[in-house]
């Protein structure tokens, strides 16, 4: 299946059939392409919170204003966005790169306090909204993954982050959780499964300048 097949295959799943569970494997490789999504300066503001116990799962129905979908799931991918993205971590993620690439140290101290200057002028707001963007570029890669695959899932942004935060103890890991995207497979009574994919024709939809 080409990959145009497969997101044409994928939808937002609203009912999962709770007996079928995403292999260790599979999740791994889901994982694996978020982790390699682009992000800002490559900072990778964000950590992964997975979810597989049923009852903390059932916990977080209420506060996805009641959707089934967490529960229902194999699995549920919570994309944290990281609160503590101060100059020290950036230059820790500017000496990790030094490592990876095989750079002097302090090669890139230029570049990290540029990244500071730019990302300490935020307000805390800012800079939340700023690592929220990210995480949504990670999203697109996990729901894609999972396309190739033939794994559902269901993006959402319908749930209370204060109240996932408290369930999954994210403010003391510095995390807030921004988007959330249940996997697994579809039920067969799900009814949207056969509904046409509406999207506008790409020639309504680009413009070549």
């Given at each position: 299946?080409?990959?145009?097949?497969?997101?044409?295959?994928?939808?937002?799943?609203?009912?999962?059939?709770p007996s079928k569970s995403v292999s260790p494997d599979d999740l791994q490789t889901i994982l694996e392409v978020g982790n390699l999504a682009a992000t800002s300066y490559g900072l990778q503001p964000f950590q992964f919170v997975v979810v597989s116990d049923p009852a903390i799962r059932q916990q977080l129905v209420p506060f996805s204003y009641n959707?089934?979908?967490?529960?229902?799931?194999?699995?549920?991918?919570?994309?944290?966005?990281?609160t503590d993205v101060d100059a020290e971590f950036i230059r820790e993620s500017a000496?990790?790169?030094?490592?990876?690439?095989d750079l002097e140290v302090g090669q890139l101290d230029g570049y990290a306090k540029q990244m500071i200057g730019?990302?300490?002028?935020?307000?805390?707001?800012?800079?939340?909204?700023?690592?929220?963007?990210?995480?949504y570029i990670v999203l697109a890669n996990l729901m894609t993954a999972c396309a190739v695959l033939k794994i559902d899932s269901c993006p959402m942004e319908g749930f209370i982050p204060a109240e996932y935060n408290r369930i999954l103890d994210l403010d003391a890991k510095n995390l807030h959780a921004s988007v959330v995207l249940p996997v697994g497979y579809r039920a067969g009574d799900d009814?949207?499964?056969g509904f046409a994919k509406v999207r506008k024709p790409l020639g309504e939809m680009t413009h070549f300048v």
């Amino acid at each position: 299946m080409d990959i145009i097949e497969s997101l044409k295959w994928r939808y937002a799943t609203k009912k999962f059939d709770p007996s079928k569970s995403v292999s260790p494997d599979d999740l791994q490789t889901i994982l694996e392409v978020g982790n390699l999504a682009a992000t800002s300066y490559g900072l990778q503001p964000f950590q992964f919170v997975v979810v597989s116990d049923p009852a903390i799962r059932q916990q977080l129905v209420p506060f996805s204003y009641n959707q089934p979908q967490p529960a229902q799931a194999s699995h549920v991918i919570v994309i944290a966005v990281r609160t503590d993205v101060d100059a020290e971590f950036i230059r820790e993620s500017a000496r990790f790169t030094e490592q990876v690439r095989d750079l002097e140290v302090g090669q890139l101290d230029g570049y990290a306090k540029q990244m500071i200057g730019a990302i300490t002028s935020m307000n805390e707001q800012e800079r939340l909204l700023w690592a929220q963007k990210q995480s949504y570029i990670v999203l697109a890669n996990l729901m894609t993954a999972c396309a190739v695959l033939k794994i559902d899932s269901c993006p959402m942004e319908g749930f209370i982050p204060a109240e996932y935060n408290r369930i999954l103890d994210l403010d003391a890991k510095n995390l807030h959780a921004s988007v959330v995207l249940p996997v697994g497979y579809r039920a067969g009574d799900d009814e949207q499964q056969g509904f046409a994919k509406v999207r506008k024709p790409l020639g309504e939809m680009t413009h070549f300048v």
